[in-house]
């Protein structure tokens, strides 16, 4: 699909532009290793399971043969009142900074956000200038400092082993790979939250297993009759000393799996010698059971301001009731920017 917007073309990624978009990456943003960008792009893109043939990786704005734009599209799928569909995550969404003003990302947001590309267009860590956009263009942008949905374990790495014993009639193991088990968990849960990344196996398998910059910690809470209840992944920034709870997924209601799952980042934490772990955990109905646990274990409110979810709410069936932002489920490690992930060793 092409577009001329003045002397601008509005285009479709084609693979030889990788090149020209790592460069026009390092102009607008702060300059990253070049070999570790070509990383995560086939990362994102070309490994991604969920690639399809109709949407390209990305638009670009091309100049007079040279690229000055770019924004992402990342294949997710996501659970939409139980019904699993292929959405878009918008990510590095950059204009050359002699081009910036002419309303170039303006038109690139307003593409993603057009109803007939997805149901559910969404952008993690969307910058004040992206979310502005968003919004004008008819979108909702959820920000953690308003809410008070992120929290924070001081001292994680001080507690004593008797804080990190699971409850009983929980085990805990460790995670290799997912299996088909965790699409019947992400279905469950899925009751209780109506839109959310549908974390079957072949999405936690990319997105954590086989992220290619430090795997995480990743481990599993089961029943007493072996049944899968939960899981938790774990990030360490060794840079910064903390870890980053990127997943602490179980049904709202199942208090003895979230208990265990907490219990078991904190011996992660101690283990490892993380200082501080965040969580974050929405201040929505579904959460509400959620943010009392992580209190009652030790956690506490902090203000984030940079972290925030952009999204276009789906049109809905006349039968059901609309969608709310409360509806949206999300977690750090829903998008590859948040918290800065994206650009942490594990």
């Excluded at 001081?154 to 804080?163: E, L, N, T, V, W």
């Excluded at 992944?233 to 003895?256: C, I, N, S, T």
């Amino acid at each position: 699909m092409s577009t001329r917007l003045d002397d601008v073309e509005l285009r479709d990624f084609r693979p030889d532009d990788v090149e020209a978009v790592l460069a026009l990456r390092a102009r607008v943003f702060p300059a990253g290793d070049l070999a570790r960008e070509r990383r995560r792009w086939k990362w994102e893109f070309d490994e991604n399971p969920f690639r399809s043939g109709r949407v390209p990786s990305a638009w670009v704005l091309e100049r007079r043969g040279t690229i000055v734009g770019n924004y992402g599209l990342v294949p997710t799928p996501v659970s939409i009142d139980g019904k699993v569909e292929l959405c878009f995550n918008g990510i590095d969404i950059a204009v050359a900074p002699e081009l910036q003003g002419r309303g170039l990302g303006a038109a690139m947001i307003a593409r993603h956000l057009d109803p007939k590309l997805c149901r559910f267009p969404f952008i993690t860590a969307p910058a004040p200038a992206v979310a502005h956009l968003v919004v004008r263009s008819g979108g909702t942008v959820v920000r953690a400092a308003d809410e008070q949905s992120v929290f924070v374990l001081h001292d994680a790495s001080s507690a004593p082993a008797s804080a990190t014993r699971p409850p009983s009639g929980v085990a805990l193991r460790p995670i290799e790979s997912f299996d088909r088990s965790f699409d019947a968990l992400a279905a469950k849960v899925a009751a209780r939250h109506r839109i959310q990344v549908a974390r079957d196996h072949r999405y936690l398998d990319w997105r954590y297993r086989d992220y290619p910059f430090g795997r995480p910690e990743m481990v599993a809470a089961a029943g007493g009759a072996g049944e899968l209840r939960g899981f938790l992944v774990l990030q360490h920034d060794r840079a910064k000393g903390v870890g980053y709870l990127l997943e602490l997924f179980a049904a709202p209601d199942d208090e003895p799996a979230l208990l265990a799952l907490i219990a078991g980042a904190k011996e992660i934490a101690r283990a490892r010698g993380i200082v501080d772990v965040y969580a974050l955990a929405r201040a929505a109905p579904a959460q509400e059971q959620v943010q009392g646990l992580l209190i009652a274990s030790g956690f506490t409110s902090v203000e984030e301001k940079s972290l925030a979810l952009a999204f276009r709410l789906p049109r809905n069936e006349a039968s059901a009731p609309p969608f709310t932002p409360a509806d949206v489920y999300w977690s750090p490690g829903d998008g590859d920017l948040l918290f800065g992930i994206g650009g942490t060793d594990g």
